[in-house]
């Protein structure tokens, strides 16, 4: 992550974000989010957002062996079923997904 200053008017300074890889290339947004899922999209509902969160906090307990073992410690459970449990929540993490509303047709 870089920021590099932009003159566009003399009165005003702003900042360019841009992100780069290892390497140092650039990388675009569109590649940003085609790379990972959970950066999102202008469409995105609050309830996808908030389980995409959710799962990659359960998904970094369960990856991380010291973080799930103070889980286990702090719940008195075993190691194995404080990752089972942390598992089953990431199903559905925010609970079953909200309906839909039907847009209604404009009478004329």
């Given at each position: 992550?870089?920021?590099?200053?932009?003159?566009?008017?003399?009165?005003?300074?702003?900042?360019?974000?841009?992100?780069?890889?290892?390497?140092?290339?650039?990388?675009?947004s569109?590649?940003?989010?085609?790379?990972?899922?959970?950066?999102?999209?202008?469409d995105?509902t609050?309830?996808?957002?908030?389980?995409?969160?959710?799962?990659?906090?359960?998904?970094?307990?369960?990856g991380?062996?010291?973080?799930?073992?103070?889980?286990?410690?702090?719940?008195?459970?075993?190691?194995?079923?404080?990752?089972?449990?942390?598992?089953?929540?990431?199903l559905?993490?925010?609970?079953?997904?909200p309906?839909?509303?039907?847009?209604?047709?404009?009478?004329?």
């Open positions: 992550l870089s920021c590099r200053p932009s003159l566009d008017s003399p009165l005003r300074l702003k900042y360019i974000v841009t992100m780069s890889t290892s390497g140092g290339a650039p990388i675009s569109e590649q940003l989010k085609a790379r990972y899922i959970g950066t999102g999209h202008a995105m609050k309830y996808e957002w908030a389980t995409n969160q959710h799962r990659d906090t359960m998904t970094s307990h369960v991380h062996y010291d973080q799930l073992s103070y889980y286990a410690v702090a719940q008195n459970e075993s190691v194995g079923r404080v990752r089972a449990q942390m598992l089953e929540k990431m559905e993490p925010c609970g079953p997904p309906t839909k509303k039907k847009q209604q047709e404009p009478s004329s």
